[in-house]
């Protein structure tokens, strides 16, 4: 079986929004609010776990930049930022992308426990007594 290419090593021009030497960031295709956002290192690499130390920080810069724009741009009120690193964890693209996803006020009934909600029933650890 042919794995198919993939997505991010081949995006055009016209979707990258900045770049530094190691690393890219451009809108997600499927965003989840406005200015949803995607890091990612030129390099194909799956995981955050294989960068090297300069790409870290070329992601990390990067990040920076991207949030200043968004912000700057929609005015969110927070912001949640997450890897997904294996099918395990919902990783779906196998090219390692750091989310930048900006929230509103309003935008969830209940945003409290933030990225612990993929497993609901353990996101509000602060009504659970101990």
Same mark, same amino acid.
């Given at each position: 079986?042919?794995?198919? $290419?993939?997505?991010?090593?081949? *995006?055009?021009?016209?979707?990258? *929004? =900045?770049? !530094? ?20 290192? %030129? ?5 955050? +776990? @294989? /960068? /090297? /130390? ?11 930049? #991207? %949030?200043? &724009?968004?912000?700057?741009? !929609?005015? $969110?009120?927070? +912001?949640?930022?997450?890897? !997904?690193?294996?099918? #395990?964890? =919902?990783? &779906? ?6 989310? *930048?996803?900006?929230?509103? *006020?309003? @935008?969830?009934? @209940?945003?409290? =426990?933030?990225v612990r909600k993929?497993?609901?029933? %353990?996101?509000?650890?602060?009504? /659970?007594? %101990?």
């Amino acid at each position: 079986m042919v794995n198919p $290419p993939c997505p991010f090593c081949s *995006l055009p021009p016209d979707r990258i *929004l =900045g770049e !530094n030497d190691k690393a890219l960031w451009f809108q997600d295709g499927f965003p989840v609010s406005p200015g949803h956002s995607l890091v990612i290192p %030129k390099r194909h690499v799956e995981s955050f +776990f @294989d /960068t /090297t /130390t300069d790409e870290r920080l070329a992601l990390l810069a990067l990040l920076d930049q #991207a %949030k200043k &724009t968004v912000q700057q741009g !929609n005015a $969110p009120d927070g +912001f949640n930022i997450g890897v !997904n690193v294996g099918a #395990a964890a =919902g990783q &779906t693209v196998p090219h390692l992308h750091i989310h *930048l996803i900006p929230r509103y *006020l309003g @935008d969830q009934e @209940d945003p409290r =426990g933030g990225v612990r909600k993929i497993f609901p029933e %353990k996101a509000e650890y602060w009504v /659970t007594p %101990k």
